[in-house]
């Protein structure tokens, strides 16, 4: 199963992803957390300690590794170096694992509007292209509002994308911005999921003025999602309303065609 979650900022995206992965991991299944956020921050919201946490950096950001792989240093445009470089190492070597999660960070480059064509660009297509292909795990994406990891050769092995948002138009019009990004490299298989609900009217409007994307379901509004942050919990446990939901997505899920 692979999923690859986004949506407006500051929406609960990061919060849903470490839920899920945490879900996933107690069931016993082999899980792969992925942050592919510019600003990362699931190693947060899955409670990681801080010592884990110190081991953890952006693959993007690693210039003696991008250079041994792509035989040029990272910023360098023009010139040759490798497009595809090994990575199949990477996702063992480079991440961190606590209560059966592994989490990954991608880090980011900055595209210019129509792609780096960069070592470290070359390094971060070729990486999320192998975690695409690895089998026998659930790989869960944490990306920003976008598409950008995704190209048309990558996107038929992405199981679903999950679009989080708030009982707010600006929100659900950024989900209709993502739904046409999607479908326009042939992503068809979105997901909706409402957070932040404080009352049954904020789900009918959602249900009302989804872009035409099928809700997976509800998370409800609740304070203690920061509480949690401030301690350095997780919000899988500290929060029991949030995991119930989360395991009630998780059987939809698992209960849907995902035909290819």
Same mark, same amino acid.
């Given at each position: ?14 919060? @849903?992803?470490?839920?899920? %992965?945490? +879900? ?6 082999? &899980?792969?957390? =992925? *942050? /592919? ?102 790989? @869960?994406?944490?990306?920003? %509002?976008? +598409? ?6 990558? &996107?038929?092995? =992405? *199981? /679903? ?100």
């Amino acid at each position: 199963m692979k999923l690859a979650i986004t949506g407006k900022g500051g929406v609960g995206k990061t919060t @849903l992803t470490a839920l899920l %992965a945490q +879900v996933y991991a107690d069931m016993g299944k082999q &899980v792969l957390a =992925v *942050d /592919a956020d510019p600003s990362p921050c699931l190693a947060g919201a899955l409670g990681f300690p801080e010592s884990l946490r110190e081991l953890l950096h952006p693959i993007s950001q690693m210039d003696e590794l991008i250079e041994e792989r792509t035989g040029a240093k990272p910023g360098m445009v023009g010139g040759y170096f490798t497009l595809n470089p090994r990575v199949d190492d990477i996702p063992e070597r480079f991440s961190i694992v606590n209560r059966n999660v592994r989490l990954l960070e991608m880090g980011s480059v900055d595209m210019g509007g129509s792609g780096c064509i960069c070592p470290e660009g070359a390094m971060l297509k070729t990486l999320f292209t192998h975690l695409l292909f690895r089998k026998d795990e659930i790989l @869960l994406l944490d990306m920003y %509002a976008g +598409v950008e990891h995704l190209g048309r050769a990558t &996107v038929d092995f =992405v *199981d /679903a994308m999950i679009v989080v948002v708030e009982p707010t138009r600006r929100s659900l019009g950024t989900a209709a911005q993502i739904k046409k990004l999607a479908n326009d490299i042939g992503l068809k298989r979105l997901l909706l999921v409402g957070n932040k609900i404080r009352e049954d009217e904020e789900e009918r409007f959602i249900e009302k003025n989804t872009p035409g994307i099928p809700i997976l379901g509800f998370l409800p509004a609740d304070l203690s999602v920061q509480e949690a942050d401030r301690l350095g919990i997780p919000v899988y446990d500290h929060i029991p309303a949030l995991k119930n939901s989360v395991e009630l997505m998780v059987e939809k899920i698992a209960k849907m065609d995902f035909e290819r």
